[in-house]
């Protein structure tokens, strides 16, 4: 059974950092794409980053370019994104999401499996 598991949300002012991880299992996880996509009240999900397959490639949303890094460690089967400058904007839910074989794409539609999430709350 795949399962994602989220962690290291929580409430921050603006201008500070977050860690976020994401950990995986029930998957062989360097065969799949990963993606952060985020959430925030009254709004639709919303893709933040994504990583192909073979991690060659790595996308960002535009709002976060410059201010989340993303990364992943097959050895550990986590993945992580390092969210720098805060802002208000930046506060929902943010889950992780594992495709397949993937590209690492902004299309929710391309990933099967989510995790649950975890919010994060950035205060200005």
């Known amino acids: 059974q795949v399962q994602l598991v989220e962690s290291g949300g929580g409430l921050m002012q603006a201008g500070g950092s977050l860690r976020l991880s994401c950990a995986a299992s029930?998957?062989?996880?360097?065969?799949?794409?990963m993606a952060w996509f985020r959430q925030a009240p009254g709004k639709e999900r919303e893709f933040v980053a994504g990583?192909?397959?073979?991690?060659?490639?790595?996308y960002y949303a535009d709002s976060v370019k410059g201010r989340f890094t993303f990364s992943r460690d097959n050895a550990q089967n986590t993945l992580y994104l390092q969210m720098n400058s805060l802002k208000p904007e930046d506060t929902a839910l943010y889950y992780c999401?594992?495709?397949?074989w993937g590209s690492g794409s902004s299309l929710a539609s391309e990933y099967k499996y989510w995790g649950q999430g975890t919010q994060v709350t950035v205060s200005s």
């Open positions: 990583i192909h397959w073979t991690g060659e490639a790595t």
């Open positions: 999401a594992a495709s397949a």
């Open positions: 029930g998957l062989t996880f360097s065969r799949y794409a």
